[in-house]
């Protein structure tokens, strides 16, 4: 168990919904990181937050949003759904945002999208 | 830019024997390097990383690493494969090309799923 925390474990719901996935970090990280995983693209990084603040932006889509709130959890809001979207999506949280840093997963969502 | 490289999408051995999961990488500037496990419906589980240092690099579950700068790789192994390693394995490297510079997020190879048989 990493201590990564990520609500719900699996989510269905159909095209042009919206929904928001959970992560709450490792006891005192200050970074979230987003990932999807897919079959065709792997694992992509979407977005980082740190202390609140976003950092980077990575492969992530207009209709997708994140945000990290003042406790440090993390919610990253998908909306107006596709097929494509289906994937686990994952987050990792790591103590800062060093390179050096380890980052630890949380077991993901499985979003199906229908 | 960054990228790794797992060039085998499936790995096979036998109970008992070693095993070497192979990555290659190519990065601009010095390369930090992690190996995380993935097993069927989890999350990644950290295995092991190179920042600096001892080439060679040991970490969870008895496995380890070698770093070669020459040959620009960073192979996984294990002495002696267990049927309970049979998972897919994830070479990454550090990102920092959004960052400017230092920080970063990972960069993931495709997979290699290891299978030992016993």
């Known amino acids: 168990d990493s201590g990564v925390t990520q609500t719900p474990k699996h989510l269905i719901t159909a095209t042009g919904q919206r929904v928001t996935l959970r992560c709450s970090p490792r006891?005192?990280?200050?970074?979230v990181y987003w990932y999807q995983q897919s079959l065709d693209q792997g694992l992509q990084f979407l977005i980082h937050y740190y202390n609140g603040e976003e950092r980077a932006k990575g492969n992530i889509l207009e209709r997708f949003s994140a945000q990290q709130f003042p406790d440090l959890h993390s919610e990253l809001n998908l909306s107006s759904l596709e097929l494509g979207d289906s994937a686990l999506y994952f987050c990792a949280s790591s103590v800062i945002a060093g390179e050096v840093d380890t980052q630890y997963f949380g077991p993901g969502t499985r979003l199906t999208v229908l | 830019a960054q990228s790794v490289a797992q060039p085998e999408d499936q790995v096979n051995v036998a109970e008992g024997n070693p095993l070497t999961v192979k990555c290659t990488y190519s990065v601009s500037g010095n390369p930090y390097l992690f190996w995380y496990v993935q097993y069927p419906n989890r999350g990644l589980q950290f295995l092991l990383k190179?920042?600096?240092?001892?080439?060679l690099v040991k970490g969870s579950y008895g496995f380890e690493a070698e770093f070669n700068k020459s040959q620009t790789s960073f192979h996984l192994k294990k002495p002696s494969a267990l049927v309970s390693d049979s998972a897919l394995y994830f070479c990454a490297v550090r990102d920092p090309s959004y960052y400017g510079g230092s920080q970063g997020n990972l960069i993931f190879g495709k997979g290699t799923k290891l299978s030992v048989k016993p």
């Open positions: 190179y920042i600096t240092g001892d080439n």
């Open positions: 006891s005192g990280d200050l970074s």
